[in-house]
């Protein structure tokens, strides 16, 4: 069974920085493209990023270059380490494959506000 359990969301300021993780189990990880999504309020769950098992990385053009995707195939986690945060970027963040999806997480509450 494929689990991804999301952490490091939290309350941060406008500017402010937060770094995300997710740790996969149920899959050989380090074969496999993983993205992450977010989901806003009122809104459909969105892609963020894409790192592939290569090393290829895709981002969403509303990054602009805030946003950096990693991963550690020794502990089976994905990484987001996001930098000036905006209102805007409030929302529950997932973790999930690439190219297909699998049940999806708890995701982490991500909230920038003043």
């Known amino acids: 069974q494929v689990q991804f359990v999301e952490s490091g969301g939290g309350l941060v300021q406008p500017g402010g920085s937060l770094r995300l993780s997710c740790t996969v189990s149920g899959i050989s990880f380090r074969n496999n493209d993983m993205r992450w999504f977010r989901q806003r309020p009122g809104k459909q769950r969105e892609f963020i990023a894409l790192l592939t098992s290569s090393g290829l990385t895709n981002y969403a053009d509303f990054i602009k270059g805030r946003f950096t995707i990693s991963r550690d195939n020794a502990k089976n986690t994905l990484y987001l380490q996001m930098n000036s945060l905006q209102p805007e970027d409030t929302g529950v963040y997932y973790c999930?494959?690439?190219?297909?999806?699998?049940?999806w997480g708890q995701g982490t509450q991500v909230t920038v506000s003043s």
């Open positions: 999930n494959g690439a190219p297909w999806t699998w049940t």
